[in-house]
């Protein structure tokens, strides 16, 4: 069946730090990618997606995702934390399956990024 | 425009109960689902509607849970003898086709069962 996987499960970083977040997945055809982020309190809202084309998708909040096919990977990166990026993070990919895409979550990270 | 709604926000509802969660996906979009999320896990699959019939609701947990689109737009998520393992947020999307591929999600319906 398919399925998806992130490997870390909380994530406690300080402000200024890199951020990466891995987030594979099990399934050979063809799938569409997406990155959610859910802060506290608050409802799910899409942080990045790809479909096609250039692998290195770049999403709201400085925030991207690499792409590689071999791997069957979707990472994603920051550069350089801010507390306001304390948050849980879902990755998220598309089969096609049944005719239709079928979405399947991640478990989700939870960031804490401290001051 | 206007994007997915789902009402109530927030229920809370004794053991044993019947609730009623309802959906209004965006206009025109043909395509609805239902997920559910627990605390501290992601958003699991429901149901799948095309049109107005269920294409798929391979992840309704049990027969207690059923959901209905009667004119292809609105969406109702019934649940009948709550129990306290129903508490949850339960998440509406909608998309333009089947195909998708982006979803758009609603801002949920916190389900407490007590």
């Known amino acids: 069946a398919q399925s998806v996987s992130q490997h870390n499960h909380h994530v406690i970083l300080s402000e200024a730090a890199s951020l990466e977040l891995g987030c594979n997945y099990s399934?050979?055809?063809?799938?569409?990618l997406f990155w959610y982020v859910q802060y506290p309190g608050q409802h799910l809202q899409l942080l990045l997606k790809?479909?096609?084309?250039?692998?290195l998708v770049k999403g709201i909040k400085g925030f991207e995702a690499e792409f590689i096919k071999s791997k069957f990977s979707f990472n994603l990166r920051k550069p350089s934390v801010q507390w306001s990026d304390t948050a849980e993070y879902f990755c998220?990919?598309?089969?096609?399956?049944?005719?239709?895409?079928?979405?399947?979550f991640g478990a989700g990270t939870r960031l804490a990024v401290h001051p | 425009g206007a994007g997915v709604s789902q009402t109530p926000s927030n229920k809370v509802t004794e053991k044993g109960k019947y609730v009623e969660l309802r959906c209004d996906p965006i206009?025109?979009?043909?395509?609805l689902y239902w997920y559910r999320q627990s605390l501290g896990q992601g958003p699991e699959f429901l149901i799948y509607?095309?049109?107005?019939?269920?294409?798929?609701d391979s992840g309704l947990p049990n027969d207690r849970f059923f959901a209905v689109r009667p004119e292809g737009s609105v969406s109702t998520l019934k649940i009948q003898r709550t129990e306290r393992g129903d508490s949850a947020v339960y998440l509406c999307?909608?998309?333009?086709?089947?195909?998708?591929?982006?979803?758009?999600f609603g801002p949920g319906t916190r389900l407490t069962v007590t």
């Open positions: 399934y050979g055809g063809t799938v569409n």
């Open positions: 999307a909608s998309s333009l086709t089947e195909a998708g591929p982006e979803q758009y």
């Open positions: 790809y479909f096609s084309g250039d692998p």
């Open positions: 206009s025109g979009h043909t395509a």
């Open positions: 998220a990919v598309t089969f096609f399956s049944g005719g239709y895409n079928k979405l399947i």
């Open positions: 509607f095309q049109g107005t019939g269920a294409a798929d």
